[in-house]
């Protein structure tokens, strides 16, 4: 008889594949069915069929409200663990310009549009706020500035989540060293959105293991799911 395995906890990896599968259901109803299938002639002509979408569309969007947080607590362990936030923040910044046009046309319609800016943006500002706040950790007055800043760049620049996002990575970023305790706060700062919560589950259970080594799939995924989900909400707007 083989010995029982024990739960082992879940790595980074696995937590990543979760965000990434969470926010591509996510966005497909904010894409596709939103401003694709909701916003074509023959939909809006038909009432049954358009409350079936819109329904299908709200259980999308709360199956899709976890993924934020969970890429918030990896940017968080990321920054711990990096050898070169500089680097890292570089990175942040060169995807954020490539993926503001497939944003833009996925979740606005134009392949220009400055009403929000791109998920890109919002994680840099966390990182850079805890670049300066680890530089100057020892004025607690200097961090609190540091962290109003960041506030204020997520509601200035729109970018998606704005200022409550931001907070929730410096909120992470402060109980870093107390998983529950980040959980907990994370939970409620993020209960204004209904099933968002939920991601904290997987946190608890992370075992700070890298796990597989997927260093860029998330950069190259988001542009590109925008783009090929940009394309098929177009084609059904038009029908």
């Known amino acids: 008889m083989k010995p029982e395995?024990?739960?082992?906890?879940?790595?980074?990896?696995?937590?990543?594949?979760?965000?990434?599968?969470s926010m591509l259901i996510d966005h497909i109803g904010a894409a596709v069915l939103e401003r694709g299938l909701l916003a074509s002639a023959w939909v809006k002509n038909d009432a049954a069929l358009f409350d079936k979408i819109r329904a299908v569309d709200r259980v999308l969007r709360l199956i899709g409200r976890p993924a934020f947080p969970i890429f918030c607590f990896l940017l968080v362990e990321g920054f711990l663990h990096t050898k070169d936030s500089k680097k890292y923040a570089l990175r942040l910044l060169v995807f954020a310009f490539i993926s503001e046009i497939p944003f833009d046309w996925a979740v606005r319609g134009n392949a220009v549009d400055f009403r929000a800016q791109n998920v890109f943006f919002t994680l840099l500002i966390g990182l850079l706020v805890m670049m300066a706040a680890s530089y100057f950790s020892k004025n607690i007055w200097l961090q609190g500035?540091?962290?109003?800043?960041?506030?204020?760049?997520?509601?200035v620049l729109k970018t998606d989540y704005g200022y409550k996002g931001v907070f929730l990575i410096e909120l992470l970023y402060f109980l870093r060293y107390d998983r529950k305790m980040q959980c907990i706060a994370g939970a409620l700062a993020f209960s204004w959105e209904t099933t968002a919560p939920i991601a904290f589950l997987p946190i608890l259970a992370y075992n700070g293991k890298r796990g597989l080594s997927m260093k860029y799939l998330f950069y190259l995924f988001y542009p590109a799911h925008l783009l090929i989900l940009a394309g098929i909400a177009q084609y059904c707007a038009a029908l």
């Open 5 to 21: 395995q024990k739960f082992s906890g879940i790595s980074g990896s696995t937590l990543k594949i979760i965000a990434i599968l």
């Open 145 to 155: 500035l540091i962290f109003a800043l960041g506030l204020g760049a997520g509601y």
